[in-house]
């Protein structure tokens, strides 16, 4: 079963409208789906998906959204596991690994819509950047924790190990790239040696 991609009580027909555009949109590009197979493959009228989304732009955003609630929800759930630092490390870059075996793929949904996306000052692009933002910010507070040399400069290098990861994982097979991510992932991280 799906998860929910809309808060309690948000309306079925939003919740089918992003649950769609969210599939189609990753699988298939954004500019290459239009509203109208959203709006039919959805099973909802126009009204209705203007009502809940007055622009596409806007249903992107969303689509963005519920991709970067996915991956704070990961991260939440690996900090309840542990309260170890350097464990914590350990299980976000497993579940940054597992992510892009099972989830992501295709690449990234933030790369792939800045790349149909490029003026910096669309709402599409601010979305990605926010997420982006966060991403690093909460990589590097984590590497403070767990007592890293240099964490900024270590989080720069897990978010870039992670988005060539993901496009590695797509053009070349996971299998391929897992271990290579795991290994420069730590190794960034500090956590061998």
């Not at 959204?65 to 704070?72: H, P």
């Not at 976000?92 to 819509?113: E, Y």
């Not at 996306?117 to 590497?143: I, K, N």
Request: charged share 25%; aromatic share 8%; hydrophobic share 45%.
């Amino acid at each position: 079963m799906a998860t929910r991609t809309t808060p309690a009580g948000a309306s079925l027909a939003r919740e089918k409208l992003l649950q769609t555009a969210s599939d189609l949109f990753y699988r298939e590009g954004i500019h290459a789906v239009g509203v109208d197979r959203i709006i039919g493959e959805a099973g909802v009228t126009r009204a209705t998906f203007y009502r809940h989304f007055p622009s596409k732009e806007d249903l992107v955003e969303a689509y963005l959204g519920v991709e970067d609630a996915t991956i704070r929800g990961a991260f939440e759930r690996a900090g309840a596991e542990t309260d170890d630092p350097e464990r914590l490390l350990e299980l976000v870059i497993d579940g940054l690994a597992d992510d892009v075996a099972r989830l992501h793929t295709r690449g990234c949904p933030f790369i792939n819509a800045a790349a149909e996306y490029p003026e910096a000052d669309s709402g599409v692009r601010v979305t990605v950047d926010e997420h982006r933002t966060w991403f690093r910010e909460t990589l590097e507070a984590l590497l403070t924790g767990a007592g890293a040399a240099d964490p900024a400069v270590a989080a720069g290098q897990l978010v870039l190990l992670r988005d060539a990861a993901m496009v590695g994982g797509y053009l070349d097979g996971w299998e391929r790239v897992r271990p290579a991510f795991i290994g420069a992932a730590r190794r960034a991280a500090g956590l061998d040696g």
